[in-house]
C-alpha cells in the first residue's frame, strides 16, 4: 500500500504512524478549517439521515410478521420438531417450512434428524418378493378386485414404500403409503358408497355419530368435524389393502338388496309376507353402532361356521413355513399329521348353551349356533322411489343424511348444512 502525504496541507495524517500498522486520520482539524456553511450542512445531512434511519427501523421490523409470532418460534424447539414431524408425511413438511422464514429457519437446524422421523408406511420393513410383484402390481392398480381366500395372505406391497404421500387409512387408521394404498375407484362409481341410515340416526347430532364422538353442538363447516367426515368426493379414496379390495364387491350386495327389495313388497298376492315389519327390513348403514340398535337372535350353522374357522386357521399355518408342525396345538389328536389334515377337539364344538342340536333333511343332526347380536334398526323406504325405481335417490342427491361404505364415516345431508348457516 501507498501513502501520498502533502506536506504543505496543515490536515495532514498523524505522525504517530509507523510501517504495518492501519492509519488513523483525525478530522477535528479539518472540521475546524471548514467554512460555518459546510459544516452545517454536513451536521444536517447526518441528522437527516439519522432521521431517515429511525423511519426505515420500523417499516424493517413489518417486513417479516412472524418474528414474534409464538408457534414459529416454538417450531425451533427440538422436541417440538419432532412430535410435529413424526405426524407427517414429506410433502406436509415441505409445505410448512415454506410458510415464513423463521419456521424454516427452525426445522433446518434438525434437517437430517427431521427427514427420517417422519411419517412412515407400516409395510416399509416387509420385503418386496420378486416372483409375487406382477400380483401385487395388479392388485394395487384394480378397484375391481375383491376378497379371494385362495390367495392366502396379503402381507405384500408391490415395491418400495414412498415417503412423500404417507397417511392414515380413512378406516382402520394404519399408516400406508401411496404404494400401499388401493388405486382410487373412478368418479362415476362415488355414487354407490351410500348407505341409508334409520330415523333415530337421520335425527341424531352429527357430532355424536362421528368417531371420536364431539360435542353434539359442533358445526358442520368446523375443522374437526371435517376431518371426522367422509371426503372420498373431495379430497380422495385413501384406503389400505386390506380395507379397500372388497369395496366395490360391498357395493354391489347392497344395491342387491334394494333391487330384490322393491321387487318384492309387503303384500304378495293378497297376503302379508313380513317382509318390513320389525327387523325384517334392511337395517341401517351404522349397523351395530346405530343409534336405534337392539339386541336380537342368530342363529348359524355350524358346520359352514366350523369349516370357514378351519380353513382360516389352515391358511394361516401354511403361511408360517418356518415354523412347520410346532405351530400345531398340543390337544391335537394326531400329533403328526399336517396343519390341514387335523382336528383339535374342543368343548364349544359339542352342545351346549349355544350350541343347539337340530334335526335337518333326512333325520341328519345338524348343530346351530344362537348367538345375541346388536343389529340395527329399519331403514324408511319411500314410495317415490320405489314407483321410479331409484335406488338411494335422496342420499346420492345429498338430499337426506347417509353413511359411506368405503371409509364408514357420516356424509352430511342438505339439512345438516343449512342448520350450519343458520347459527
Request: hydrophobic share 30%.
Amino acid at each position: 500500500m501507498a501513502l501520498f502525504v502533502d506536506l504543505d496541507e496543515e490536515a495532514e495524517p498523524p505522525q504517530g504512524h509507523h510501517h504495518g500498522a492501519k492509519p488513523e486520520w483525525s478530522g477535528e482539524r479539518v472540521r475546524y478549517q471548514l467554512p460555518s456553511n459546510m459544516v452545517g450542512s454536513s451536521a444536517g445531512a447526518e441528522g437527516e439521515g439519522e432521521q431517515s434511519q429511525s423511519q426505515q427501523a420500523p417499516d424493517r421490523e413489518a417486513e417479516n410478521p412472524n418474528e414474534h409470532n409464538g408457534m414459529a418460534k416454538a417450531l425451533g424447539c427440538y422436541p417440538i420438531v419432532m412430535a410435529i414431524a413424526s405426524s407427517i408425511d414429506l410433502n406436509t413438511l415441505d409445505s410448512l417450512s415454506r410458510t415464513c422464514r423463521t419456521v424454516r429457519q427452525g426445522l433446518i437446524q434438525s434437517r437430517t434428524t427431521v427427514l427420517a422421523h417422519t411419517l412412515h408406511c407400516v409395510n416399509e420393513d416387509v420385503s418386496v418378493d420378486p416372483d409375487d410383484t406382477f400380483r401385487y402390481r395388479a392388485r394395487a392398480s384394480n378397484w375391481y378386485y375383491m376378497e379371494d381366500g385362495r390367495t392366502g395372505s396379503y402381507n405384500g406391497k408391490s415395491g418400495d414404500c414412498a415417503r412423500d404421500m404417507v397417511a392414515e387409512c380413512r378406516r382402520c387408521a394404519t399408516v400406508v403409503c401411496r404404494n400401499c394404498a388401493i388405486k382410487p375407484p373412478a368418479p362415476a362409481v362415488l355414487r354407490d358408497r351410500h348407505r341409508r341410515l334409520c330415523i333415530p340416526c337421520s335425527k341424531a347430532p352429527l357430532g355424536t355419530l362421528v368417531q371420536p364422538p364431539l360435542h353434539p353442538d359442533t358445526p358442520v363447516d368446523a375443522d374437526e368435524m371435517r376431518r371426522a367426515m367422509c371426503a372420498c368426493e373431495s379430497e380422495g379414496v385413501w384406503l389400505c389393502q386390506p380395507c379397500g379390495r372388497s369395496i366395490r364387491g360391498a357395493d354391489h350386495d347392497y344395491k342387491a338388496i334394494w333391487k330384490w327389495r322393491n321387487q318384492y313388497g309387503e303384500v304378495l298376492g293378497g297376503l302379508g309376507t313380513g317382509i318390513g315389519e320389525g327387523d325384517r327390513g334392511v337395517i341401517c348403514g351404522r349397523e351395530a353402532s346405530c343409534v336405534g340398535s337392539n339386541q336380537r337372535e342368530q342363529e348359524t350353522d355350524c358346520d359352514a361356521a366350523d369349516a370357514r374357522e378351519q380353513d382360516e386357521n389352515n391358511n394361516n399355518s401354511s403361511n408360517n413355513s418356518n415354523t412347520g408342525y410346532l405351530s400345531a396345538s398340543p390337544a391335537s389328536s394326531v400329533s403328526g399329521s399336517p396343519p390341514a389334515e387335523r382336528r383339535t377337539p374342543s368343548p364349544q364344538l359339542r352342545p351346549g348353551y349355544a350350541r343347539h342340536e337340530i334335526e335337518g333333511i333326512s333325520g341328519v343332526i345338524k348343530t346351530k349356533l344362537v348367538r345375541i347380536v346388536r343389529v340395527g334398526a329399519c331403514v324408511p323406504e319411500w314410495e317415490d322411489e320405489k314407483n321410479k325405481g331409484q335406488i338411494l335417490g335422496r342420499e346420492v342427491s345429498g338430499q337426506s343424511r347417509s353413511l359411506c361404505g368405503w371409509c364408514w364415516r357420516i356424509i352430511p345431508g342438505r339439512k345438516d348444512w343449512e342448520m350450519s348457516k343458520t347459527r
